[in-house]
């Protein structure tokens, strides 16, 4: 029987940093994608939609790119594939005023508040969002 080596592994030197520059989130129809966020976020819906398929969000922090991904499926009749488990997370201070804010603009929900700490929200392409305190 082998033995589990009990000394913490190396750390190897990488030239890949530890940070995350921004998250893509597959759309199909960009321009209506770009106000949903837009409103979700509380931003002007002016952001620059480049090369026809991309549109970077104003965020604080971490970014997130509006993306219909012509060279990963966005091309197909269905669009890119979406996302089905949330992939990032979008912070509030105010968790019930969000939840109330959502339902008020029609957004859809896919969890209740759960453990007084995050709730799920669908886009309009059913990519799964996850809204959580801070």
Same mark, same amino acid.
């Given at each position: 029987m082998r033995?589990?080596?009990?000394?913490?592994?190396?750390?190897?030197?990488?030239? /890949?940093?530890?940070?995350?520059?921004?998250?893509?989130?597959?759309?199909?129809? /960009?321009?209506?994608?770009?106000?949903?966020?837009?409103?979700?976020?509380?931003?002007?819906?002016?952001?620059?939609?480049?090369?026809?398929?991309?549109?970077?969000?104003?965020?604080?922090?971490?970014? /997130?790119?509006?993306d219909t991904m012509p060279g990963w499926g966005g091309k197909e009749p269905e669009g890119a594939p979406n996302i089905k488990t949330p992939a990032f997370m979008l912070l509030t201070s105010d968790l019930q005023a969000s939840y109330e804010f959502v339902k008020e603009n029609n957004v859809t929900l896919v969890t209740g508040i759960e453990h007084d700490h995050?709730?799920? /929200?669908?886009?309009?392409d059913e990519n799964l969002l996850m809204v959580c305190r801070e």
């Open positions: 033995e589990l080596n009990q000394e913490k592994p190396e750390v190897v030197k990488s030239p /890949i940093k530890n940070k995350v520059g921004s998250y893509f989130v597959p759309v199909r129809d /960009i321009e209506k994608s770009r106000d949903w966020y837009c409103r979700l976020l509380g931003l002007k819906a002016d952001c620059e939609i480049m090369n026809g398929h991309l549109c970077p969000l104003p965020m604080e922090g971490t970014g /997130i790119i509006l995050w709730f799920v /929200i669908k886009d309009p």
